[in-house]
């Protein structure tokens, strides 16, 4: 036998089986079945009616007793693969490197120009 414990509030509070939690198993609890615990499984219920009668719930009493929660299915972003990121990165290093080479080609023609105009005044470069 299978137990389904709820909260004073009515929220699903687990299942418990006196084989596994003997005597500890909460108060507020209805009896189920094997068939119910395994179809309860399946997808997310809330508890819907207080039992006043010592009742077995079954299968049948699913609809009954329990209402089924809707729960959010979010979008996962696509993660780019390895090949994706080191590709990008490549790129991304080739693309500094350039930018690198464009300033290190302006810096040594300005130290030419300035070795030139040193040579013209009479300097020693």
Request: aromatic fraction near 10%.
């Amino acid at each position: 036998m299978k137990f389904f414990g709820f909260k004073e509030n009515g929220q699903f509070d687990g299942f418990y089986t006196k084989e596994i939690h003997g005597d500890n198993i909460p108060k507020t609890n209805i009896k189920i079945t094997e068939d119910l615990w395994q179809e309860l499984l399946k997808g997310i219920y809330k508890y819907k009616l207080n039992l006043t009668e010592d009742k077995v719930l079954d299968v049948a009493d699913k609809d009954i007793y329990f209402d089924k929660v809707e729960t959010k299915v979010y979008d996962v972003p696509k993660l780019p693969n390895t090949q994706e990121l080191l590709a990008q990165q490549i790129t991304n290093l080739l693309i500094e490197g350039k930018k690198k080479d464009v300033i290190i080609t302006k810096l040594a023609k300005t130290v030419d120009e300035l070795n030139k105009k040193i040579s013209n005044i009479g300097g020693v470069n």
